[in-house]
C-alpha cells in the first residue's frame, strides 16, 4: 500500500532523539531548532518524561470518559497553578485543530450566534470550523468554505467594531503570536481593545495558543503579556512534548452541559501523564524563564546579522530576510545538519527549538548562517 502523498519530505530519517538533538540510521546528529513544529518543549526522550509514561502504561493506557480519571484533574489543577488561571475549567482533546473546533463550537453554543472573525495569515487547523477560520484557501474544501468567516487585518479597530456591530458574531480568534503566518503579533492596545469590543458585543474571545503555549512565549499563555481573559484558550502542541494532546481552558461566565463537547481518546491516561510530566519539567528547570534568556540571547546574536529583522517572541522566534530562505534552510539541514522552520511568509526563518536549548545552540546556528550566506 502506498501513503496518501500529502507531504513534500526532506530527506531525512531521524530513528532516535534526545534533548536538542536527533540522530539518523548513520547516526548523523542534527540540532532540532524546529522542535518537530514548535511540539517538543521538554527536549527530546527526557528521562523524568519518560519514566512517567513508562509507570503509567503498567498501570493503564486507555479508558473511556465514561468513568473518573483523577489524572485529568490532577492536570487542570497543574495547568491552573502554573497559568494561574485557577478560576476556568479544563476540556480535553487531541490535537490543536480539534482544540480550536471545539472552542469555536463552544462560543456558538455559548452566544448562539454562528459568524466567525479571524485574522489576515491566520492558522488554526485543518478541522471544519478551524480551517474556515484559516487565511489559506488552498487548505479549505468547498465543504468547509459554508462556514461564516470574516478575515480582518490585526491592530484595525474600526473593522473589528463594524463587524461585532452586525450583532451575527459568535467568536473572535486569534493567534497572541502567528506561528504559520510568520510570527506576527497584535499591538497591546489593539489586544485589550479587542477583549472590551468582545464583552460589549457579546461575542467569544478565543486564544489560540496552540503554538504559543504551554511557556514557549515567555509567560505561560503568550496573551499573558496583555493581562486579557479570553473567554476559551486553546492549547495543544508542546503540552504532551509529542504525545497527542490538547485542550481547552473555559472561563466560568460559559457554562457546561452534558452532551455539549464530547471525545473518545482526549484526557486518557497516558495523555495527561506526558501533559503532567512535561509541567513538572517546566516547573522544576524553570524553563519559563530560560525561554525568556535565550530569547535575549538570539537577539544578541541576531542583530549582528546584516538585513534580517527579527519576529517572534519568547522562543517562537524568526528572521525575516528580504530573499525567499527555502534554499537556507535546505542548506541548513544538508550542510549544516541543522533543522529550522518556514511560514507561509516565505522570507521568514522560524527558530522553535525545545525550551532546553543552549547558547552554545544558537551560536553553532549563527555560525552555520553566517557561513551560508
Ligand atoms: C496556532 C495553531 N493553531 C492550530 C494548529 C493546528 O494544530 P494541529 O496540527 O495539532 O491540529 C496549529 C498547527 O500548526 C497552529 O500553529
Request: proline residues 4%; charged residues 20%; contains cysteine.
Amino acid at each position: 500500500m502506498k501513503l496518501f502523498d500529502v507531504y513534500p519530505l526532506y530527506n531525512v530519517c531521524p530513528v532516535r532523539a534526545k534533548d536538542v538533538y536527533v540522530y539518523d540510521e548513520a547516526g548523523t546528529e542534527y540540532l532540532d531548532l524546529y522542535g518537530g513544529h514548535a511540539v517538543i518543549s521538554v527536549g527530546h526522550s527526557h528521562p523524568h518524561y519518560i519514566n512517567r509514561l513508562k509507570d503509567q502504561l503498567h498501570k493503564i493506557a486507555f479508558y473511556s470518559n465514561a468513568v473518573e480519571n483523577p489524572l485529568q484533574q490532577k492536570l487542570a489543577d497543574e495547568i491552573g497553578e502554573q497559568s494561574c488561571l485557577h478560576e476556568y475549567q479544563l476540556f480535553l482533546c487531541s490535537s490543536g485543530a480539534e482544540a480550536n473546533e471545539n472552542a469555536l463550537k463552544l462560543a456558538s453554543f455559548h452566544t448562539g450566534k454562528k459568524r466567525v472573525v479571524a485574522f489576515k495569515n491566520a492558522f488554526h487547523g485543518r478541522t471544519s470550523a478551524a480551517v474556515a477560520a484559516t487565511d489559506n484557501l488552498n487548505i479549505n474544501a468547498p465543504l468547509n468554505q459554508q462556514q461564516q468567516v470574516t478575515f480582518i487585518p490585526f491592530n484595525n479597530e474600526e473593522m473589528l467594531k463594524n463587524e461585532l456591530k452586525k450583532g451575527d458574531v459568535c467568536a473572535v480568534i486569534f493567534e497572541p503570536i502567528q506561528g504559520v503566518g510568520g510570527l506576527d503579533q497584535p499591538e497591546d492596545d489593539f489586544v485589550i481593545k479587542m477583549e472590551q469590543l468582545c464583552h460589549q458585543y457579546e461575542t467569544a474571545l478565543i486564544a489560540d495558543e496552540v503554538q504559543s503555549g504551554f511557556s514557549r512565549s515567555g509567560t505561560f499563555f503568550a496573551f499573558q503579556k496583555n493581562n486579557i481573559k479570553p473567554h476559551i484558550i486553546t492549547m495543544a502542541k508542546g503540552m504532551g512534548n509529542g504525545f497527542p494532546i490538547g485542550g481547552i481552558l473555559v472561563h466560568p461566565d460559559v457554562r457546561p452541559k452534558y452532551g455539549m463537547l464530547g471525545t473518545t481518546f482526549g484526557g486518557n491516561h497516558m495523555a495527561c501523564t506526558a501533559s503532567l510530566a512535561v509541567l513538572e519539567i517546566l516547573k522544576k528547570n524553570k524553563l519559563q524563564k530560560h525561554a525568556r534568556e535565550m530569547e535575549a540571547y538570539f537577539r544578541s546574536k541576531a542583530e549582528k546579522i546584516k538585513g534580517a529583522k527579527i519576529k517572534g517572541r519568547g522562543l517562537m522566534l524568526g528572521l525575516e530576510f528580504d530573499f525567499e530562505v527555502g534554499p537556507l534552510r535546505k542548506r541548513l539541514i544538508y550542510e549544516k545538519q541543522i533543522f529550522t522552520g518556514g511560514s507561509s511568509n516565505k522570507n521568514v526563518l522560524r527558530i522553535l527549538p525545545p525550551l532546553t536549548v543552549q547558547k552554545v545552540h544558537f551560536d553553532q546556528l549563527f555560525d552555520a548562517v553566517k557561513d551560508i550566506l
